[in-house]
């Protein structure tokens, strides 16, 4: 983690830059010092090689040689030095510390043949003759030319001095190396501490902290990077912030439509899908933004449309159905979708949920085919036994005549009944808003309905019954709820066999007041009874036009169930009996005497 730090590296960095420099500067003073201690060790000997020369001089002759050499002696133990005397060709004339008969030829020392060519000679090594290093400085005689003086100190002297100040400059250096890395260290970390108060805020801003802004401080680097950060993380915000409400905005709008929308890439991989489409496709649960569309849709006619979608050069339109879920129509609109400058392309769908409209054009053509069937059968057989009137001379059989006339009222009382039945139920749909309404106890419409229909039960052995659990009111038009009635009592009585029972009951549910017709009938199928109170939708055509009705008596219950904003419910078992009940909303307290009906269907 350390090494990653920038406050380490810039340390570790400065920390090296500062050894490296402190070690060469050291070096470099460690080297000086050797060459100045040197120097000066050597200027002292040629010094003393000058006082050898000129003093002690006229002493080197042979027949003085000891003299000399004795004398030498003296001034080394004196000097601390080796002193030796060589003759031009090489040979030891005198020496401090040896004998000079026993000594080699001196004449190739690099400090002697530096001195027989005019130069100061000088040099470090290791000597033969004592077993240790020394510095010899040779120097040419100028009292007797062509001779040698050389002067010559033990290294260890020399190197004690040198040592000693190296140790003081290495020392210096140390203690300079160590508060340089301190001090580069209190500077790095002033340098560091304002970025890693900017890393801090960029972490809070990555984690959607916003309003975190830095002291911008002095108007250095540092200084001018914070205010600029300040100002981007300003721009970030309102950029975000306008992002952030254009995305709940778009979301707003995609989630409340209606339309299911789907939209994909040119690779095919879902880029939108909303709410409406992923309930009409089952999808509710499923992440579906970045997958393959054939991976996430099981409908090969929709994944087909939008494959033609995406390759086509305008919009399209069709319609597809979906049988996985019973018969569900989906009205399909699509687009190819541009995406950048590049030729691909994506496509987006817009689909309708249309089975509800199929449906409607089922029955509104079920309804045209009925209504032009139950008019065209006592049209028929109206005009078919007026021209038997006119052609056969039926006029003259009277009795002929009479029932032909018979049949021919017959026929006109049920379409004119169709066509009342008619007029009633479209005054129902159009002007069932306009009807004022007013408390209704339904107890007395029932009982009105019971004194109308107990003759006719009583004719068919029926028993007809009214049970009065509840005699609360409803909001309602009592003519309009008598007319239901009657309708749903006379349908019991009719399909309810000989020496049955009809009851009619009011109840109390919550809310609602109940008003139920059952009997024990023949009962509807159960896959009818979706249908059941559509306009002419008949179960048994022919017992139906038997028992005289215009199969319109439950399509006007449910108009009338409608205006009073209720409901129309059925239950029925085939051969057991039919159960229809009326769900009627009460007059709860303070309500008011009259009110306007709503629209049917509302």
């Known amino acids: 983690m350390w090494r990653r730090r920038l406050f380490w590296k810039l340390t ?85 510390e040896g004998d000079p008969d026993r000594m080699e030829n001196h004449k190739f020392r690099p400090e002697v043949q530096e001195a027989i060519g005019g130069r100061l000679g000088s040099s470090m090594r290791f000597s033969a003759t004592l077993r240790q290093p020394f510095l010899y400085v040779a120097l040419p005689s100028e009292q007797r030319p062509g001779w040698i003086v050389r002067v010559a100190v033990p290294l260890t002297q020399f190197q004690r001095n040198v040592r000693a100040a190296t140790n003081v400059v290495l020392l210096g250096t140390a203690i300079a190396t160590v508060f340089a890395i301190l001090l580069a260290a209190l500077l790095t970390h002033r340098i560091t501490l304002p970025l890693n108060a900017m890393r801090s805020s960029l972490q809070r801003l990555e984690r959607g902290e916003f309003g975190v802004r830095l002291d911008p401080g002095g108007a250095d680097e540092l200084g001018v990077l914070a205010r ?46 909303n709410r409406s489409a992923r309930r009409l496709l089952a999808l509710e649960t499923q992440p579906v933004e970045g997958r393959a569309l054939v991976e ?15 390759g086509a050069s305008g919009p399209r339109s069709g319609e597809i159905g979906l049988h996985d879920r019973g018969t569900q129509w989906l009205e399909l609109q699509g687009a190819p979708l541009r995406l950048g400058v590049s030729d691909m392309q994506g496509a987006v769908v817009v689909f309708n949920d249309v089975t509800r409209l199929k449906k409607l054009e089922k029955v509104r053509r079920d309804f045209v085919g009925n209504v032009s069937h139950e008019l065209r059968t006592p049209i028929t057989s109206i005009r078919g036994f007026l021209e038997t009137l006119l052609h056969r001379d039926a006029l003259e059989d009277s009795e002929t005549a009479r029932r ?14 169709i066509i009342d039945d008619l007029l009633y139920l479209s005054r129902l749909e159009h002007e069932g808003q306009g009807i004022v309404k007013h408390p209704i106890r339904v107890t007395n419409v029932v009982e009105a309905c019971i004194a109308d229909f107990k003759d006719a039960a009583a004719a068919r052995g029926i028993d007809l019954v009214f049970h009065a659990e509840t005699h609360a009111r409803v909001l309602g038009d009592s003519s309009l709820l008598r007319r239901a009635l009657d309708n749903l009592v006379d349908n019991a009585i009719k399909y309810s066999p000989e020496g049955g029972r009809v009851e009619v009951r009011t109840l109390d549910d919550g809310p609602f007041v109940l008003l139920r017709v059952s009997d024990q009938g023949i009962g509807i199928p159960e896959e009818h009874l979706p249908r059941i109170s559509e306009r002419f939708y008949r179960v048994d055509t022919g017992r139906s036009r038997e028992m005289g009705g215009t199969g319109l008596g439950l399509a006007i219950v449910k108009h009338v169930a409608l205006v009073h904003d209720g409901a129309l419910e059925i239950e029925s078992v085939l051969g057991a009996g039919t159960v229809v009940t009326l769900r009627l909303t009460a007059v709860r307290s303070g309500a008011p005497e009259g009110t306007r009906a709503a629209a049917p269907g509302a």
Do not use: W
């Open 228 to 273: 600029t950060l300040n100002r981007a993380q300003d721009q970030l915000e309102r950029t975000i912030q306008n992002l952030t409400g254009q995305r709940n905005q778009r979301d707003a709008i995609l989630a409340s439509m209606v339309e299911g929308l789907v939209a994909v890439d040119s690779e095919e991989r879902i880029l939108l899908m």
């Open 296 to 310: 996430v849709v099981r409908q090969p006619d929709l994944v087909r449309f939008i494959r033609e979608t995406r």
């Open 404 to 417: 032909f006339l018979g049949i021919v009222l017959k026929h006109t009382d049920r379409l004119s009944a």
């Open 12 to 96: 570790l960095t400065f920390s090296l830059i500062l050894v490296f420099c402190m070690a060469s500067v050291g070096g470099y003073l460690v080297y000086h010092q050797h060459r100045t201690t040197r120097r000066q060790v050597e200027d002292q000997l040629a010094r003393i090689a000058k006082l050898v020369d000129e003093r002690f001089a006229p002493l080197f002759d042979f027949d003085k040689a000891a003299v000399a050499d004795s004398l030498a002696v003296e001034l080394g133990s004196h000097s601390d030095t080796r002193i030796t005397i060589i003759a031009a060709d090489g040979r030891v004339l005198a020496d401090t």
